[in-house]
């Protein structure tokens, strides 16, 4: 497949996959909700939004999160993939449920003091223009707190590929440094950004890929 930092599939694709997964999706989102999770507990103690975005919320379990920890703040989710928000909706933890893209947000400037994105913005081709987004949607001192999947992602299922038939078959990642240089470069301050392993294990194939 071509690679993240040199564009996507068809978003067309990316979002109807995610729709068709929308029920099952929880089911099988063990390292989404650890990598979530972890994203949540890493934002500022003192800090209290009066206004978030979860951007690309999926079936909303952050959404509805970020509502527990800030129920008295304006609330959005976001998602390009419209079975997830119709999913979403109806479970609630937030006001409104948008569907939209991160690299073109459909939001007025200076409107959010947060927001949120856990494992959304690998699907984006072109990462500066989600941080320049974020910086334009963002009021003065808001904060954008994100996780992403990076080079390295998936590497036992690549190799084994590569030992079958020679080709890959998984998606390729942006390299930790391409995420450091886009965020140097966007007028924003960076307070924090690192690379961390999470290991999973799967008793076969199938689950894995399932």
């Given at each position: 497949?071509?690679?993240?930092?040199?564009?996507?599939?068809?978003?067309?694709q990316v979002?109807?996959?995610f729709?068709?997964?929308?029920?099952?999706?929880?089911?099988?989102?063990?390292?989404?909700r650890?990598?979530?999770?972890?994203?949540?507990?890493?934002?500022?103690?003192?800090?209290?939004?009066?206004?978030?975005?979860?951007?690309?919320?999926?079936?909303?379990?952050?959404?509805?999160?970020?509502?527990?920890?800030?129920?008295?703040?304006?609330?959005?989710?976001?998602?390009?993939?419209?079975?997830m928000?119709?999913?979403?909706?109806?479970?609630?933890?937030?006001?409104?449920?948008?569907?939209?893209?991160?690299?073109?947000?459909?939001?007025?400037?200076?409107?959010?003091?947060?927001?949120?994105?856990?494992?959304?913005?690998q699907?984006?081709?072109?990462?500066?223009?989600?941080l320049?987004e974020?910086?334009?949607?963002?009021?003065?001192?808001?904060?954008?707190?994100?996780?992403?999947?990076?080079?390295?992602?998936?590497?036992?299922?690549?190799?084994?590929?590569?030992?079958?038939?020679?080709?890959?078959?998984?998606?390729?990642?942006?390299?930790?440094?391409?995420?450091?240089?886009?965020?140097?470069?966007?007028?924003?301050?960076?307070?924090?950004?690192?690379?961390?392993?999470?290991?999973?294990?799967?008793?076969?194939?199938?689950?894995?890929?399932?």
């Amino acid at each position: 497949m071509t690679e993240l930092i040199q564009g996507l599939p068809d978003k067309r694709q990316v979002a109807a996959s995610f729709s068709r997964a929308a029920g099952s999706y929880d089911c099988v989102a063990a390292l989404q909700r650890k990598v979530g999770q972890q994203l949540l507990d890493a934002l500022p103690a003192g800090f209290k939004p009066l206004s978030w975005l979860d951007l690309g919320c999926g079936t909303g379990y952050f959404t509805r999160a970020l509502a527990q920890r800030y129920p008295l703040a304006c609330s959005a989710g976001m998602d390009i993939a419209e079975g997830m928000l119709v999913y979403a909706r109806e479970l609630g933890g937030a006001k409104f449920f948008i569907g939209g893209d991160a690299e073109s947000l459909p939001l007025a400037a200076q409107s959010r003091q947060l927001i949120f994105s856990s494992l959304a913005v690998q699907w984006c081709g072109d990462f500066a223009a989600v941080l320049s987004e974020a910086r334009r949607v963002l009021e003065p001192g808001g904060l954008f707190a994100f996780s992403s999947l990076c080079v390295g992602t998936l590497q036992e299922l690549r190799d084994s590929w590569q030992a079958v038939d020679g080709m890959v078959h998984v998606n390729r990642f942006r390299q930790l440094e391409d995420y450091q240089r886009l965020c140097a470069a966007s007028n924003m301050q960076v307070l924090h950004l690192e690379r961390q392993a999470e290991v999973l294990h799967f008793i076969d194939l199938r689950q894995l890929t399932g």
